[in-house]
């Protein structure tokens, strides 16, 4: 069992950056791997970054690539996204998630099991 919570979101102009956190508890949460999703309004939610169990890999959404990028300290349990160069587009509701089991991540777009409430971004142009 993983409880995810973020936090960071707010407003910032384009051409910002901003900072999100997602603070993990339980007992093994070190051991999964973490993705971020975001949901604009009207529209899917949309895959943006995952980090694996140890920080080594990564993996990232094209509309983010070179200007997101996704951490983790696995000592303060949380993980981050580092959210530069940003657009007006990228306004949101910006969500961490894990799978249903540690260790379990192929590296690539990571199936979100465990969910934490959200918190918004919003740039302005």
């Known amino acids: 069992q993983v409880q995810l919570v973020e936090s960071g979101g707010g407003l910032g102009q384009a051409g910002e950056s901003l900072r999100l956190s997602c603070a993990a508890s339980?007992?093994?949460?070190?051991?999964?791997?973490v993705g971020w999703f975001r949901q604009a309004p009207g529209k899917e939610r949309e895959f943006v970054a995952a980090?694996?169990?140890?920080?080594?890999?990564?993996y990232y959404a094209d509309s983010v690539k070179g200007r997101f990028t996704i951490s983790r300290d696995n000592i303060k349990n949380t993980v981050y996204l580092q959210m530069n160069s940003l657009k007006p587009e990228d306004t949101a509701v910006y969500y961490c998630?894990?799978?249903?089991?540690?260790?379990?991540?192929?590296?690539?777009?990571?199936?979100?099991?465990?969910w934490g409430q959200g918190t918004q971004v919003t740039v302005s142009s």
């Open positions: 998630a894990a799978p249903s089991s540690s260790f379990n991540w192929d590296g690539g777009y990571l199936r979100g099991h465990y």
């Open positions: 980090i694996g169990w140890s920080g080594r890999r990564t």
């Open positions: 339980g007992r093994t949460s070190s051991n999964y791997a």
